[in-house]
């Protein structure tokens, strides 16, 4: 759906129409978050992250284009440090609880939905 979008014509909403942008961000958003499970797997043995999460990013790169998948990934790992913070503060969880990212990454692409091309705007200027 991310790729076909391109081709509906006079289709209005914040999605890229570009197709290169498109691919460049379904490929970009896979191999970041496949390189951190690459990185964190070498230097620590633990599984950080699913494939789930790097076939999530590659769709939502394939819809709104590479220029989004920084600031989505961004906000979503601050929206996941603010949701367990308080648990880490009452010991409920430790730093070894695993805690889902893909409801995160799916909050903060429908935050990009609604307000990117604004936020982009602030963070550019």
Known sequence: MGIFKNFIPNFQSNFTYDFGQSIIGG?????????????????KNIEA??????KLMTAIGLFFGWQAVFFILFL????????????????????????????????????????GNFLLNLIII
């Open 27 to 43: 490929v970009s958003g896979y191999l970041i978050i496949w390189f951190i499970i690459f990185l964190y797997k070498k230097f």
């Open 49 to 54: 992250m699913g494939f789930g999460d790097a």
């Open 76 to 115: 979503s790992a601050i929206l996941g440090l603010i949701s367990v913070i308080p648990s880490l503060l009452n010991n409920s969880k430790d730093l070894k609880t695993q805690i889902p990212f893909g409801p995160y990454i799916v909050i903060s692409s429908v935050i990009y939905y609604f307000t």
